[in-house]
């Protein structure tokens, strides 16, 4: 038995192992409708009153987007009223307006980017050395350690805001890296120069926690490069568009404006963002956001001990490891500063260990193939438990989703029945009560469904309001008697 499992295992090609999860990936996609904040960016965001994401807002304000025009006039409202997340939202509000299925075919793709990615931003390596070890880590670290799964993976709006932009940062990273191993020096500046310069932009201008430490990853890059001599025009260009890009974002007057609409003052009125810093509020982060996201992501650091036990191979892969897991840190001592720490914005302090796991087990994979090699019973039990484990949450996921997209389908129909009502009444979305137990957030739970992404017995609830606006009903409500 062992030694079949064992055969199986090593005949299976990397590809078929990624082709497999992709797929599983891309119908994890189509299952998931739009919700929550993805109905609110179906309008043009309306500026001059509350926006579209407050409750009590005015449905007749409301307009559908529908060309790219309305986009930049969207955005260009949001970013001086709300918030400078441009490049997500210019990406959401796209995918919204052209189709939801080009969105899932285009999720995909980028999940396979961000793998490919963090293998050679992690590894140093071509990518005809990927194996499965380093497909998996990726892969299972992904889906076991990163926060709320389905909002910064599946989800419209939260992916273009996670996912996406996390991606944007680590190929900004990538000619960095490359050059910090002194790979990237031959490079025509020519060519590379605009180039950084507008993923610079892009990259800075993705998301906060994110974009602070890749900012700071870069500086500490320059620095080393400058000490190796390998300091090149395309570095300082792609570094000074990528602060241009951080401050665009960190700046927007839509920051201030979202703060004082949220805290009742007047819109004009100066709200500094630090006004609520106190030690409850840092508490308060520290037990709902830093401790489960670092507790997510335990696992990730193994390689990184067992690197720092048997390996330290040299000072600069030590250097680099260091490096990637102090980002990772950094993520969440920055959102311990900020007025909320959800989850869901942990996401990149996991990319940022990955990174850094990837290269300590680069250094201790022909230990570890060798301890295999001496203990292959272990070894191929350990395999085939973890493989069944992931098969059956996997399982467990699909089932939940596809609970949740045949209930979405059933409140369709009725709303289509009743669509001429005064106000059109939907039963609430149930999950399944061992979901929360073995799926946690990696799939739709009750806390996603509180904070949004189900609609609300209040007919004045945004969601509620837009819901309704986007389906032509005059007010629609859930039934809390369910």
Known sequence: MFTVMKNFFERLPWQAVFAACLGIFFLRNLLMPFAADDYSYMFIWDGADKGNLLDGIDPNRLQRVESIGDIVQSQWS????????????????????VGKIYFDAANVLVLAALTLLLFKVGTGLPLREMNKSYLVLILAGIYFCAPSLLITT???????NYLWMNTLEILFLLPFVQSYRQKFSTYNSCLLTPAMAMLGLMAGWSIEPGSVVTLLVTLIMLVCLRRKKNLRPWMKVGAIFFAIGFALLMFAPGNLHRLALLNGTEAGEFVSPLSK???????????????????REVILFVPIIFYFVKARTSPEVTRFVLLFTAAAFGVLTVMMFSPMFPERAGFASTIFLLIASLAALKEILPDVKNFCRRKIKIATFVVTTFVACWSLSLLGCLYVEYSFHRQISERHKIVAAHINDDVVVVPPIKLPSWSKIFLDSRTWDDYALIE???LKPADFNNRNITFARRHGLKKIITDDRF
């Open 78 to 97: 949001h970013y001086f009223t709300w918030g400078g997340r441009t490049i997500a939202h210019l990406f959401a509000q796209f995918f919204i307006l």
């Open 154 to 160: 599946i989800w419209l709006t939260g992916t273009c």
């Open 277 to 295: 810093l106190s030690l409850h509020m840092l508490k308060v982060n520290f037990i709902g956001g830093f401790v489960p996201v670092f507790l």
């Open 452 to 454: 949004g992404c189900d």
